[in-house]
């Protein structure tokens, strides 16, 4: 149940870069089974509805992609009351449709992690959730809608391998990614998805492109561009933080406040 006084039906968790969001909040410090989250939670309103704002890597990027507390953190943002879930991310760019600059609702993910808890489930709890359509399809609709008009480049769908890291993609992994048609890569994507679903919450992502990984001159069709870097993700998201803010307002001020949805009955029939 949602403590009192602190409830929030819409939570947006902030990636590299973002770090703090909502001024003049209210913080929230909790515990859960799982340990502490990544940071305080803050909550504040944004366009006229309270949101909880959580950085996912820590105030001060704390807690590198593999050691981020994402079940702690998901568990968190349910117990104050959240329903609805716009995830934020930094990514590369694999094909060179995807320009640095746009932003993606992401529909699809590819695991490459290797070391992460990525179940609140097991043994004679277990379950077997479907993830063949892991992000609310409903919020990405919605989003669209909102952002139809915006000062952006909007890619409706894109699918984004997660590494492992916290180093960068070899040239070789990165063309290998580029040549499965994959549109996209990231470090933090997977399993804060599908842990969401496991807790029937609908979430989707807000993915903003920064670079065009390792591979930048055949991706990026300049012998020139540069290759990611972790300073230069942080640059470019600041140089584009104001735009960053104003998109996920528009989608904040579109989600509705009632609803039914698939994700809020992702435990049906998936229990073992």
């Known amino acids: 149940m949602p403590i009192s006084g602190t409830e929030a039906s819409v939570a947006l968790i902030g ?3 973002f770090y703090q969001f ?3 909040g209210k913080e929230v410090v909790l515990d859960t089974p799982y340990g502490k989250p ?3 939670i803050t909550i504040a309103s944004v366009e006229g509805r309270d949101v909880a704002f959580l950085p996912r890597h820590g105030r001060n990027h704390d807690h590198l992609p593999s050691d981020v507390p994402y079940q702690a953190n998901l568990w968190a943002l349910r117990e104050l009351g959240v329903r609805q879930v716009v995830a934020f991310n930094t990514v590369g760019s694999l094909q060179r449709s995807y320009r640095k600059g746009d932003f993606v609702l992401v529909d699809q993910f590819v695991d490459r992690t ?3 808890k990525d179940t609140f489930f097991s043994g ?4 077997h959730i479907s993830s063949a359509t892991p992000y609310c399809g409903r919020m990405r609709q919605l989003s669209a809608e909102a952002l139809s008009d915006a000062d952006a480049n909007v890619h409706p769908g894109g699918t984004v391998v997660v590494i492992e890291g916290p180093r960068f993609s070899t040239a070789a ?4 990614f580029s040549s499965q ?3 996209l890569v990231n470090m933090t994507q997977y399993p804060e998805v599908v842990l969401a679903r496991e807790l029937e919450l609908c979430y989707m992502n807000l993915s903003y492109i920064t670079d065009y990984d390792v591979a930048a001159a055949e991706v990026a069709g300049d012998e020139d561009a540069e290759k990611v870097s972790h300073a230069g993700v942080l640059a470019a998201f600041s140089a584009d933080s104001e735009r960053v803010a104003d998109i996920v307002r528009r989608i904040v001020g579109e989600l ?3 609803f039914d949805c698939a994700c809020q009955h992702a435990l049906s029939g998936a229990r073992t």
Do not use: C, F, K
């Open 124 to 127: 004679d709890q277990a379950a």
């Open 38 to 40: 990544s940071a305080p």
């Open 22 to 24: 909502l001024d003049g």
């Open 15 to 17: 990636g590299t870069g």
């Open 181 to 183: 048609g994959w549109h």
């Open 256 to 258: 509705p406040t009632e």
């Open 173 to 176: 992994e990165s063309r290998w």
């Open 114 to 116: 290797r070391r992460r």
